[in-house]
């Protein structure tokens, strides 16, 4: 079975200093992997995905990610961070393999929360 | 374009009562997922549709939970009767393909309260 882990709670970090919030996954075939991010009130709005190439992916908002399938990872990166971006991310994979189909799995959240 | 509607945001119902959430993909969106995420947790898949098909419900609680999706198009998801722990988001999200590159568009979801 596919799983996803974000092995931090919360994340904090201050204005202008880079943001890094960690995904590991587990899956059967190969990953397609994507980041989320959930404001208060609001709906998962989507950042990033790395399906296939080159496994450094950018994304929205400064937001870029890097695929790693040795350590089956997939990091979620800012170089600078705002204090905008503190919300909730969740990174989420589908599995190309076996029977899971288009099941779309989410970690459990990672609360970032940038300091000015 | 227009993004997936949710309604109602807010429910609040005692337990044992009856629910139901409705949501319309975004047009010509083929899938169509129902998540729960619980408070300070990540979204569980509930159900996904293909078109007016079932392509996965394994996490649907089916002795109190129901799903249909009328026509491919607009879904509506049920509870009875509500416990307390259903108290949670009901997030509905669509995807254009079943191409599984495809990344879902999520609505802004309904917060029900169960008391």
């Known amino acids: 079975a596919q799983s996803v882990a974000q092995p931090e709670d919360q994340v904090n970090v201050a204005e202008g200093n880079p943001l890094t919030v960690k995904c590991t996954y587990s899956?059967?075939?190969?990953?397609?992997l994507f980041w989320y991010v959930q404001y208060p009130n609001r709906g998962l709005q989507f950042l990033l995905k790395?399906?296939?190439?080159?496994?450094l992916v950018k994304g929205s908002y400064g937001f870029e990610a890097e695929f790693n399938k040795s350590q089956t990872s997939f990091h979620l990166k800012k170089p600078s961070a705002l204090v905008s971006d503190s919300a909730l991310y969740f990174c989420a994979v589908r599995d190309t393999g076996g029977a899971a189909g288009n099941k779309l799995t989410f970690g459990g959240g990672t609360r970032v929360l940038v300091k000015p | 374009e227009a993004g997936v509607a949710q309604s109602p945001r807010y429910k609040i119902i005692e337990k044992r009562q009856s629910v139901a959430f409705w949501c319309n993909p975004i047009?010509?969106?083929?899938?169509l997922y129902w998540y729960q995420q619980i408070l300070g947790q990540g979204p569980k898949l509930l159900i996904q549709f293909q078109n007016n098909g079932v392509v996965d419900d394994s996490q649907l609680p089916k002795d109190r939970f129901s799903a249909e999706r009328l026509k491919g198009v607009d879904s509506t998801l049920k509870i009875q009767p509500a416990k307390l722990e259903d108290s949670a988001v009901y997030l509905c999200?669509?995807?254009?393909?079943?191409?599984?590159?495809?990344?879902?568009?999520f609505g802004q979801g309904t917060r029900l309260t169960v008391v």
């Open positions: 047009s010509g969106h083929a899938t």
């Open positions: 999200a669509s995807s254009s393909r079943s191409n599984i590159r495809d990344k879902a568009f």
């Open positions: 899956v059967s075939g190969n990953p397609y």
């Open positions: 790395y399906i296939t190439g080159d496994n």
